[in-house]
């Protein structure tokens, strides 16, 4: 199998045993109607395929069926099920300082990552995921919790969001509204917003000693994720950030990754791919995925997808399927 097939995978293990045991449900049949192996928990865990992972988070909120799961969740405080990183950020001075050592963490070590936007007056933490334009809502929505949990313990106040935004509704809202102290609204993503005040407001836990032997190895996890991603994967994760800003080139690309052109060239061809071919295929995903999962129209699709006009995206849709968008909307849905 060349590296170009290589999937991305998210580590599970003995943490969620001990989380499905707390909500109540019997890992073996979740596993089971997840369709993972018996054995997967077991020991150090393992490394599932992406897809199933989100199949994973899908399945406990089917057999959980609790409209608070995430309030749940995201209130656990556990090193294996979130990340080691959030110790090391707990030792930053405040929110902002954590949230942007988080971000650079997760943008080059995992299938997760988290966005920070510092304004004078706010601070958007915008988390996504790298290979997928979706995140399965009790997931997305326990990160959020889990960072105003995280602000709340770390300062020993009780932080309130400025907003809480997500492209999802809510299970029982008013639960999480209450739990947050600010309204949840429909957004564009699922994004945490902090007043400044709060955002710059002193941890209790910092302490620079302790990052300072933290962040060595972190260091090194980081580095280690930038030789080891297939570079591919790492063309489509680039892509799926800059399609919407029309950023389609493959210099555009090589920029982002802070990579020469031939280098990237290069490392696609060795890979079995090429650049046409990983544009290509990210926009075919992605097409599927808008068109298939979202009310968003032709056009807007075109957008995202860093077309010129809808016309491109027509061609190109017929190119890859040999209908229309609306045809393959429409049978997809039926």
């Not at 060349?2 to 001990?18: D, E, F, I, Y």
């Not at 209790?204 to 570079?231: G, V």
């Not at 491109?312 to 849709?317: K, Q």
Request: one cysteine or more.
């Amino acid at each position: 199998m060349s590296r170009a097939n290589v999937a991305p995978t998210v580590h599970v293990g003995k943490a969620w045993r001990l989380i499905l045991s707390d909500l109540g449900l019997s890992s073996q049949v979740v596993l089971r109607r997840a369709g993972l192996p018996a054995g997967v928990l077991d020991g150090e865990g393992a490394r599932i395929p992406l897809d199933d992972y989100y199949n994973l988070w899908e399945t406990i909120a089917r057999e959980a069926n609790d409209p608070e799961l995430a309030l749940r969740l995201g209130q656990v405080v556990s090193v294996e099920l979130f990340d080691p990183a959030f110790f090391a950020a707990m030792c930053s001075p405040d929110m902002n300082t954590a949230a942007r050592r988080l971000g650079e963490f997760k943008r080059l070590v995992g299938a997760f990552r988290l966005d920070v936007e510092i304004q004078s007056d706010v601070t958007h933490i915008i988390y996504r995921c790298k290979y997928r334009p979706d995140v399965p809502s009790a997931m997305g929505l326990a990160e959020i919790v889990f960072l105003v949990s995280f602000a709340r313990r770390a300062t020993r106040q009780c932080i309130t969001p400025a907003r809480v935004t997500l492209p999802f509704r809510a299970p029982k809202v008013e639960a999480y509204e209450a739990w947050f102290g600010c309204p949840v609204s429909k957004g564009r993503s699922i994004t945490l917003a902090l007043s400044a005040a709060d955002a710059c407001r002193p941890f209790l836990t910092h302490d620079d000693q302790m990052w300072e032997f933290f962040e060595p190895s972190l260091r090194r996890r980081m580095e280690d994720a930038k030789t080891d991603a297939p570079m591919r994967a790492r063309v489509e994760h680039a892509l799926t950030e800059l399609l919407p800003s029309g950023r389609t080139q493959i210099q555009d690309v090589a920029l982002e990754l802070a990579v020469s052109k031939r280098s990237l060239q290069r490392r696609l061809s060795e890979e079995g791919t090429n650049w046409l071919e990983v544009l290509n295929g990210s926009r075919e995903r992605l097409a599927r995925h808008y068109l298939g999962s979202t009310n968003l129209g032709v056009g807007e699709v075109s957008f995202l997808l860093g077309f010129e006009d809808p016309n491109s995206l027509f061609r190109a849709f017929h190119r890859w399927t040999g209908t229309t968008p609306e045809a393959w909307r429409a049978g997809s849905r039926t």
